[in-house]
């Protein structure tokens, strides 16, 4: 099921007794895992979408307050900048793998700079990008003071499962959730970005890689998975074997 719905479009798959929602804006997605009435959110949108989030969650009969606990796949500003500012509107906890911790606290960041985008800034779907992205937030530092490593057992609404998928951040994480059926998988794969001239899955541009030579690795190891569906961080659900279009991602590359 798709639904369209400003400013972003909702699609759906169902899993026993829950279902696992992709919510894709023109700019970054988020996923919501909804079981009965419990929620829990992956990723969170730029800072200026935090809203959006929560329209998210109204429009699939569920409230902010439902959250139950968050996961980030990874700490840049596009994932973590809505999260941030509902986990201190709500008080949930927010997991991610342990490596990452220290970069959503923002001991550190490990996130594209200036000097990383002005030398692609004279193409003209960048400064596009730029106009969209600069009112979000995306020069914003935020992070989250009480960042928390997975907790074991993981126990959350949807029954995420995390996969190690490091490179584009040290401690990138991606899920397993409905069964298995449906790899969340972040920027460690994706099925399209403003910046690029690729459709279809595809490894994101090098100047957001903090480590592409392991980030590539990460999406060989995709290649192994049994999910049918994907649910990336940027560009729209991509329905087939994830396994497939990981292989295609990287000849791409």
Known sequence: MIVRRSPFLISRVDAGSSSAFLVHSDVVNWVLLQEGTDITLIDGGYPGQASDVVESIRHIGGRPED???????????????????????????????????????????Q?????????LAY????????AKVMPLGVLSRKGIAEAKPFPDPLDL???????AAHGHTDGHSAYL?????????????????????????????????HDVAT????VES????????????????????VADAARRALEAS
């Open 67 to 109: 959250i139950r606990g968050a996961l980030l796949t990874h700490a840049h500003v596009d994932h973590i900048g809505g999260l941030a500012t509902l986990q201190e509107q709500y008080g949930f906890d927010v997991f991610m793998d342990p490596v990452e911790v220290s970069h959503a606290r923002r001991e550190h960041l």
């Open 177 to 209: 959730i409905a069964d298995g059926e449906v790899l969340v998988s972040g920027d460690a794969l994706v099925s399209g970005h403003p910046i690029s001239t690729i459709t279809g899955p595809q490894c994101i541009s090098d100047a957001f890689q």
């Open 111 to 119: 996130q594209a700079g200036p000097g990383d985008i002005v030398p």
């Open 123 to 130: 193409q003209p779907r960048v400064l596009r990008w730029l």
């Open 222 to 241: 995709f290649t192994t998975f049994d999910a049918t569906t994907l649910f990336p961080g940027h560009g729209p659900r991509a329905d087939g074997a």
């Open 215 to 218: 980030a590539r690795q990460t």
């Open 157 to 163: 609404p949807g029954r995420p499962v995390p996969v």
